[in-house]
């Protein structure tokens, strides 16, 4: 049987993809090469892009085709049901509402930089003012009757609500914070040395391709906020420079490595596709920070400290386990992107909240920077210092991404569901690692998730990966048993 | 009055302008940024833009808000010409031709590139056999009975024909045959000495803001080919780098910076409009020439100098003078950019005629090295070594800009004309470029010609700046005197 609506369907989303990917391209370009003057045009070639994607996104025939389409195999059948997904969304949402959005957001951002450079949070106010109103607009649009933050957070990860998230949050901090505060009071050591610029460069192309990381389809170049971008073949990550910390560009590197091999992991014959891309926000955090922290500030630090040694000279720690120590130091910190392991699901939690708040209506942009204050001073025990240290730390709210937070939790919390999966599958793993072969866990992670991109839902992809539905005992449980190891308690 | 067709026909203009853009830095991209096995995913992204653009030019509400619109004044006139000129070009061309063209060509730059690369011409032809069959395809619906290469040539300069073009050159050839001779014996001197990239980048990022170039709009990278993108606030070079060879670089940057501030120096009432690119690519070249030769070869040359001792050290030369020889040294060579003023155009004469002879079905591709090889035996004395100088050094053919070469030669002879007029208005200009200062001929530049953008067909263009018709007088004038000043002849 020829069934042509199937196949000018996914001919038509084939040129879709395109599209977004030149659109997702220009973001790139914005974030690294972009000259500051050519921001507002920016803007209008932004919102142009945009509103081509929701008249693509929202044409009636895919109506018609989704009506008489029938998939040939269980891959098309996701195909079909990610498509009739996306638009049910889009064709919930104004055309010029989105164009507006994609305008505001592409010139926001400059706004909130500059804001954060010159610590000034006013300046930054009217336009956040401006970007929380449209997405409540559109929050308003899509929720029809229903919870406006959940609206929001599930175009990042479907399935997902507050209520739930809330729930695991609840069930998940006073373990965090039991763990804490045995942990804060532990000397830890740090490491001293001097690392240019172009050495902490040079390091992380190195392992980056110690990660499997491909640069023959994709390129390493630095921002303010790093991020990963694009899929199929074209695939890059930034990363940023601190000369006093080398840790921030290692990680920073590896964490998006983990993002981009994810997308470009992904089988070939899904390039393309509305199934050729990391399923969710969460699953693609989980494959990020499980490159980052169960390998990269496990045994893989173990390699990573020769390699440091070889390239700046002494580090000023006395081993291999002094390093692995000084990696995984525990201390209360303003900056979400540098907390350890034990505090980062703090940081997300507040965010949460706050947001939630935003968006619910709850909570006014003005009262934002003394909300965040007070929050902080309460969980960290630290009074916020400066507003780059505080409420202007992250791009995320500038881009109007409402709802994304969350779902760096919930990867933290697959990461650690994936991570027991691959140790229970790969006994010699760590000993591989601590070598700087990671072919067995990347392998892994390739084979049971990442190259299956979109054909299952996101709580379904990790337990298919896993043999077992994802929840948070996993992670709480390595991480009680690593900092306790680690800090011999 | 209020003119709905007008505002609505500029409104729909605008946002073209904005998706063409894209497309634009996507091409930049392409050259400077993008990963190597990105090239085919690229294919179908550059398709998808095209398919989007053609669509856009050809809509059939383009021709109604046409018919209805009043222009509310001689720019508003000037929009609708160039509009209605675009539109009817838009209409011939099927869509899937437009866009197989796209997908063909952005593949068919990394085929050149690579058999350039490893002196292949047999790995490039079957690339180049498709190229020049969808043109000629392009060129068949164009005429519409007429001449295959004069409506190829149409959309490069509006107005030119080969009938007028080949009648111009034939009356050039002989007096730049003999000046060629009269030269080319002369000894000049070279510039000797240790040149490394980063210093030449820098000098490269001097000059181009001693012009200047408005980096806050702009950016300079590396390229295989340099070439200079994007309009508005946001236009950019690019340049190369040969460790022996300063100049290469040096001009290189000189000619791209001509070209990307005729963008940047257009009207800011005209961004982003029919009206708001230069108007033609003769009189693009036109400013890119000035600057690299009448300008930067000429008495700029002398601050040069200065500038190029104080970063590199002794030249080699002895006196500013001789540097101003060496810089205007004389040779017969294979490449068509780094040719001297005096050679330059006998190498477009020779790309003419032989993309003429493609386009006309006169010369199978099959025979192109052959002929290329004897040509340029016949009319510069030398036998191609290679085909990395010869047939494979331009990236022009492989991207499918046949009608393209003449305008290089029409941009010379509109610099003539300039250089004639701004001497007669600013008759101490050269004292002032001989000391750095280019404001006075760049602001008579940007005055009389770039802000204008399209407001004027071509050729009025010139004539509106100069105060005269253009011809070839003034260029054959400039160089039989500048080159028998230099040579005592």
Redesign the interface.
């Known amino acids: 049987m020829n069934n042509h609506a199937f196949t000018d369907l996914m001919a038509f989303e084939?040129?879709t993809q395109?599209?977004a990917?030149?659109?997702e391209?220009?973001g790139w370009?914005q974030e690294t090469?972009?000259?500051?003057?050519?921001a507002?045009?920016?803007g209008?070639?932004m919102?142009?892009?945009e509103?081509?994607l929701h008249a693509r996104r929202t044409d009636p025939r895919i109506a018609e085709w989704l009506g008489a389409a029938v998939a040939p195999d269980a891959a098309g059948e996701a195909q079909l049901r990610l498509i009739a997904r996306s638009h049910a969304r889009a064709v919930k949402i104004p055309g010029a509402l989105a164009q507006e959005l994609a305008r505001v957001t592409s010139v926001a951002q400059g706004v909130w930089a500059e804001a954060r450079a010159k610590e000034d949070v006013a300046a930054f106010l009217p336009t956040l003012e401006k970007v929380v109103g449209l997405r409540r607009q559109e929050a308003a649009c899509l929720a029809e009757g229903g919870d406006l933050y959940d609206a929001l957070m599930d175009d990042y990860e479907p399935g997902a609500t507050a209520a739930t998230i809330g729930a695991m949050f609840d069930r998940m901090r006073p373990r965090l914070v039991a763990l804490r505060e045995k942990v804060i009071g532990k000397a830890a050591p740090r490491v001293s040395g001097h690392f240019p610029a172009e050495g902490q460069l040079a390091l992380a192309r190195e392992v980056a391709e110690a990660y499997g990381y491909?640069?023959?389809?994709?390129?390493i170049d630095l921002a303010v906020h790093p991020f990963s971008s694009g899929s199929?073949?074209?695939s890059?990550i930034t990363t940023r420079v601190v000369e006093s910390d080398p840790f921030n560009c290692l990680y920073s590197t590896i964490h998006e490595v983990g993002h981009s091999s994810y997308e470009l992991n992904i089988d070939r014959g899904l390039?393309?596709t509305p199934a050729g891309r990391g399923v969710s926000m969460g699953v693609h955090e989980s494959q990020s920070r499980i490159y980052e922290n169960q390998i990269g500030r496990g045994a893989m630090a173990l390699w990573l400290y020769g390699r440091m040694e070889a390239r700046f000279g002494a580090l000023g720690v006395s081993s291999a386990q002094e390093f692995l120590r000084a990696v995984n130091r525990v201390q209360a910190g303003f900056i979400r992107t540098e907390a350890d392991e034990v505090h980062y699901n703090l940081h997300i939690m507040m965010r949460f909240d706050l947001e939630r708040a935003l968006i619910r209506g709850d909570l006014a942009v003005g009262d934002l920077e003394e909300a965040w204050n007070a929050r902080f001073a309460a969980d960290f025990g630290v009074k916020v210092d400066k507003p780059s240290n505080g409420v202007l730390q992250d791009v995320h709210w500038s881009v109007g991404l409402f709802g994304y937070f969350p779902t760096y939790t919930l990867g933290n919390v697959y990461a650690g569901c994936l991570w027991q999966a691959l140790r229970r599958d790969l006994p010699g793993v760590e000993e591989a690692l601590a070598k700087g072969d990671t072919s067995g866990a990347v392998g892994w992670l390739k084979e049971r998730l990442q190259r299956h991109g979109g054909l299952r839902t996101p709580s379904e992809t990790i337990a298919h990966a896993c043999g077992f539905a994802p929840s948070e005992g996993p992670l709480l449980d390595y991480l009680e048993a690593k900092f306790s190891g680690l800090y011999g308690l």
Do not use: H, N
């Not at 090469?33 to 050519?38: F, S, V």
């Not at 491909?214 to 390129?219: E, L, M």
């Open positions: 084939r040129e395109a599209i990917a030149v659109a391209r220009l370009d090469m972009m000259p500051r003057g050519a507002e045009q920016r209008e070639e919102g142009a892009m509103g081509i491909d640069f023959t389809r994709g390129r199929g073949d074209d890059r390039k393309m």
